[in-house]
């Protein structure tokens, strides 16, 4: 079992629906540390190379020059946006990113596929 405590804020998968299966970390093409959750990697850049979550919220961060209360989500289907967070749970987008191409996914994300389908 895997310790609750200390990990970053995103939230995770449950341990039940965790594919056993481990895929060997590959280095993230934004911090260049290894990604120990492939499943969870994000195609990123020109190269649509494997990139952590997180580092992806962060970079989009950078570069759409947010305006207060502005933030980056991840909106399904390989898109990101800039998002206002609304009352109950309800947000309004401002812009969508697309960052994934979900027609046309990378090598390394075919693998993993290729691993969990077993
Ligand atoms: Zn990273």
């Excluded at 190379?49 to 502005?70: M, N, Q, W, Y």
């Amino acid at each position: 079992m895997r310790e609750h405590s200390g990990h970053r804020g995103r939230r995770r998968f449950r341990h039940d629906h965790e594919p056993r299966v481990v895929a060997p970390a590959q280095p993230c093409v934004v911090c260049s540390q290894p990604i120990s959750e492939m499943a969870s990697a994000v195609a990123f850049g020109p190269e649509q190379g494997p990139a952590h979550f997180d580092c992806v919220i962060t970079e989009l961060t950078k570069r759409e020059s947010l305006v207060a209360p502005e933030k980056i989500a991840y909106l399904g289907s390989g898109l990101f946006g800039v998002i206002v967070e609304k009352e109950q749970n309800r947000f309004e987008i401002h812009r969508k990113i697309p960052v994934e191409d979900p027609q046309n996914p990378p090598a390394w994300r075919r693998e993993l596929r290729g691993l969990y389908k077993r």
